[in-house]
């Protein structure tokens, strides 16, 4: 059984920054692909970024490529998305997912385990 915490969502205004982390527990963290995918209210569950387990590939969604950054720590079980330059339409539920595949794929039914989500809020 593999559990995923997410945290670091909150309100911010258009142009801030946030960072959000993802701590996994249960399996060895560095067997994962892990990846970032976010739902907007009344909208399909999209992905955000994708990273291997030894960030080489790292993949980003058109809409945030050039703000986001993703990255991870395998000493200590966290992802992290870097979020810059933040619009009022990144505002949603970003969730954190693990591929047992240990790929970076920008597909969710790659994903076996997910996260509750965090809430991410950009006031224009």
């Known amino acids: 059984q593999v559990n995923l915490v997410e945290s670091g969502g909150d309100l911010v205004q258009a142009g801030g920054s946030l960072r959000l982390s993802c701590t996994v527990s249960?399996?060895?963290?560095?067997?994962?692909?892990m990846g970032w995918f976010r739902q907007a209210p009344g909208k399909e569950r999209t992905f955000v970024a994708s990273?291997?387990?030894?960030?080489?590939?790292?993949y980003y969604g058109d809409s945030v490529q050039g703000r986001f950054t993703i990255s991870r720590d395998n000493a200590k079980n966290t992802v992290y998305l870097q979020m810059n330059s933040l619009k009022p339409e990144d505002t949603a539920v970003y969730y954190c997912?693990?591929?047992?595949?240990?790929?970076?794929?920008?597909?969710?039914?790659?994903?076996?385990?997910w996260g509750q989500g965090t809430k991410v809020t950009v006031s224009s």
């Open positions: 990273i291997n387990w030894n960030s080489i590939r790292k």
């Open positions: 997912a693990a591929s047992r595949a240990n790929s970076a794929s920008v597909n969710a039914r790659d994903y076996n385990d």
């Open positions: 249960g399996r060895p963290f560095r067997r994962y692909g």
